[in-house]
């Protein structure tokens, strides 16, 4: 019995000295040469998003969180203005803010080494109408305590420029920086800003820190973006020696984006571009089958199908550049891109060849050599116009809404065609609203909807604005429709139109049977039953109306008719 209790006691020692060498090596880690990541070679951002949280581990109170992300929220400052005298451009006193980390575990156990950028957006209000700033950053994250701690000793002299292209290439901020050239900023703009930025300033006097907290957050708390992580913190920057602060102490405070929603919302709009290209090839033929014959076809303003197929180049370089910069989402864009192209490319340039051929003379007797010559003129206008309106737009970059409008009123010209040719329903009821609705699915998409994955600020008025001014213009194309081409202008500014009810004289001696039915005409029924050509041909006028609708020519004499 007493051999038995004393090996207990044998065992219970053991244990219990097992147990204090494991709290000592846990309290004491192994010496470690510096922060050094554990891999040397760098991983791209697909690696942190898809296999960088494999790490975490739900497990324990201390597991270790995997920070790395785009984090998205505001800053302000401590007191109403910055009350440093240093840099007085800091004249807001809040904005937005977006957070890049990067976090990597070291031999050191429960710290990570991360580096990060922090854009103040809204932060400078001076005479260049600044509008952020950008810093970079390095530290660690104290993993059991929840402690971010970066510095940015900007006296000294570094070459930051390859880690922030690292630390920027992720896809939220690379569809960012498309979204900021097509619709917000040029290039030209940012270039300025680098050389007048008071950051030149603040790089040789200022010293950063930033301390923050960071936490979970259940991903419902958050409309639109699912989150993973939140971080407070504060951001101070006292200045080298005795300089002095170079601005007050700001608060800092942002919440992580999951990238595959983001990816989602890119995939998303790609299909929706995909489908809206698809509607538009329908509709198209159903149009091309409306006016299939050649006069048909000569009803149809050519600047107004060049006009379309100009818009759908430009949607297709764009959705082609979008997929080349982020090249995880290149088959999603590249998908798109595709349908724009065969929309503008082969039935667009389709129609629009058509179209011009009906409205050449068809007895000119030009040979093949002209009719080349003319085609290559009306190509070279086509891609020459594409061409130039690229360089207009880049040239006129900060008016690109206004720019937008014109392109949008693409219907003005067919308007106008109608009126001038006084065109009996060139375009049919179902292209009209069909083509109306579906181009404007893309400009709803990136100015009115409040989580667009391109981060667009939304513009209620502007998206009220081209609804608006889509829909007179559908609206004017179906009054001419249905009541004529012509019927919303006054008599008085209308030219001379023929009359083909006009009288005639019945001592004449003509023939009286209509060539297209071979049936006799009653000269004694009412005006409105026959018609009366400037060649003074008689034929039904369901009949005549038929034939014009096919060519503008007298069925018996082969001469030109005006429009009805």
Same mark, same amino acid.
């Given at each position: ?49 898809? $296999? ?9 109170? #201390?597991?270790?969180?995997?920070? %790395? ?17 240093? #840099?007085?451009? $800091? ?53 059991? #305590? ?30 960012? @920086?498309?979204?900021?050239?097509? $619709?917000?900023?040029? %290039? ?25 907290? !960071? ?59 995909? #489908? ?25 303003? @050519? ?20 997929? @080349? ?29 058509? @179209? ?20 290559? $003129? ?38 106008? %065609?109608?009126? !001038? ?16 609705? %579906? ?9 009115? *909807? ?12 502007? *998206?009220?604005?081209? *609804? ?88 018996? *004499? ?7």
């Amino acid at each position: 019995m007493k051999k038995r209790q004393h090996l207990g006691v044998l065992r219970l020692g053991l244990e219990l000295q097992i147990i204090i060498w494991l709290s000592i090596w846990v309290a004491f880690p192994q010496q470690a040469a510096g922060l050094r990541p554990i891999r040397e070679k760098a991983r791209t951002w697909s690696d942190e998003w898809l $296999f960088g949280r494999k790490q975490v581990s739900e497990a324990g109170r #201390f597991s270790a969180w995997n920070i %790395t992300g785009t984090y998205r929220g505001n800053w302000k400052f401590l007191d109403s203005l910055n009350n440093s005298s240093k #840099f007085q451009d $800091f004249q807001k006193s809040n904005g937005n803010s977006v957070v890049e980390l990067v976090a990597v575990p070291t031999k050191i156990t429960g710290v990570h080494y991360v580096q990060g950028v922090v854009v103040f957006h809204d932060v400078f209000d001076n005479e260049q109408n600044l509008g952020g700033a950008q810093i970079s950053l390095e530290g660690v994250y104290i993993w059991p #305590f929840r402690q971010l701690r970066l510095v940015a000793n900007s006296g000294k002299e570094s070459d930051s420029g390859q880690d922030e292209n690292n630390l920027l290439s992720n896809p939220y901020h690379l569809l960012g @920086i498309f979204s900021s050239q097509v $619709f917000q900023e040029s %290039t030209r703009d940012r270039i300025l800003q680098r050389k007048i930025s008071p950051r030149n300033e603040m790089d040789k006097h200022c010293n950063i820190e930033l301390a923050a907290q !960071i936490s979970r957050v259940a991903s419902s708390d958050n409309n639109g973006d699912k989150s993973y992580y939140h971080m407070d913190g504060l951001m101070e920057s006292p200045g080298v020696g005795d300089d002095g602060d170079c601005f007050s102490p700001m608060l800092l405070n942002a919440t992580s984006l999951n990238v595959e929603v983001y990816y989602n919302k890119a995939v998303n709009y790609t299909l929706m571009v995909t #489908f809206v290209s698809f509607l538009q090839v329908l509709l198209l033929i159903r149009q091309m089958e409306h006016g299939n014959t050649q006069s048909g076809a000569a009803k149809v303003s @050519i600047v107004m199908i060049g006009h379309q197929a100009i818009m759908d180049a430009y949607l297709c370089l764009l959705h082609l550049t979008a997929g @080349i910069l982020v090249e995880s989402l290149f088959n999603a864009f590249a998908t798109a891109a595709f349908f724009k192209f065969v929309v503008f490319s082969i039935f667009e340039m389709r129609y629009l060849l058509a @179209i011009w051929k009906a409205t050449r003379p068809s007895n000119s007797g030009e040979g093949w050599e002209t009719m080349r010559r003319e085609l290559s $003129f009306l190509y070279s206008r086509f891609y020459g116009i594409l061409l130039g309106g690229i360089l207009i737009m880049y040239e006129l970059h900060n008016y690109m809404r206004p720019i937008l409008l014109l392109m949008y009123s693409f219907w003005i010209p067919q308007i106008v %065609t109608n009126v !001038i040719r006084d065109s009996r329903k060139p375009l049919h009821p179902y292209y009209i609203l069909g083509m109306t609705a %579906t181009r404007l699915a893309i400009p709803l998409y990136v100015f009115g *909807c409040p989580h667009n994955f391109m981060r667009v600020e939304p513009s209620k008025a502007w *998206c009220v604005s081209v *609804c608006t001014f889509m829909g007179l213009q559908a609206v004017v194309l179906l009054l001419q429709h249905y009541f004529g081409s012509r019927c919303f202008v006054p008599r008085q500014m209308l030219p001379e139109k023929y009359n083909y009810h006009r009288r005639f004289n019945q001592d004449v001696s003509r023939n009286t049977d209509c060539v297209i039915c071979m049936t006799a005409i009653n000269l004694r029924q009412r005006t409105s039953d026959f018609m009366v050509t400037p060649c003074e041909h008689l034929f039904h006028t369901g009949c005549l109306q038929r034939w014009m609708d096919i060519k503008m020519e007298c069925p018996t *004499c082969r001469r030109s008719l005006p429009p009805a």
